[in-house]
Nanobody, 128 residues
Framework: QVQLVESGGGLVQAGGSLRLSCTAS????????MGWFRQAAGKEREFVGA????????SYADSVLGRFIISRDNAKNTVYLQMNGLKHEDTAVYYC?????????????????????WGQGTQVTVSS
């Protein structure tokens, strides 16, 4: 059973930065494609970005491209989401998710159903 725990959320002013972390309990973390999703109040969960097993391939939603950066440290079983230039519309609960299938492709990574394990979420609030 893979457990994912997010941290790093909080309240930040528009234009500011936050870094979210997601740590996995599994020793096979390096074999997972990891994704970040977010869900704003009253809206559906949406794809933010994803990273391949070795970190060599990345995919981002157009809405965060150029502002958010995903990275991972397999030695620490942790994936990160660095968020810069935050906007009010980035306010949401952010979730990390693990795809145990291991194959990285954007057309697959954007689909929430691809991911079998999810964290509990961390709230990010951006004040305008």
């Amino acid at each position: 059973q893979v457990q994912l725990v997010e941290s790093g959320g909080g309240l930040v002013q528009a234009g500011g930065s936050l870094r979210l972390s997601c740590t996995a309990s599994a020793r096979t973390f390096s074999s997972y494609v990891m994704g970040w999703f977010r869900q704003a109040a009253g809206k559906e969960r949406e794809f933010v970005g994803a990273i391949s097993r070795n970190g060599g391939s990345l995919s981002y939603a157009d809405s965060v491209l150029g502002r958010f950066i995903i990275s991972r440290d397999n030695a620490k079983n942790t994936v990160y989401l660095q968020m810069n230039g935050l906007k009010h519309e980035d306010t949401a609960v952010y979730y990390c998710a693990a795809d145990l299938g291991g194959i990285f492709a954007r057309t697959v990574a954007v689909q929430p159903t691809r991911y079998t394990h999810w964290g509990q979420g961390t709230q990010v609030t951006v004040s305008s």
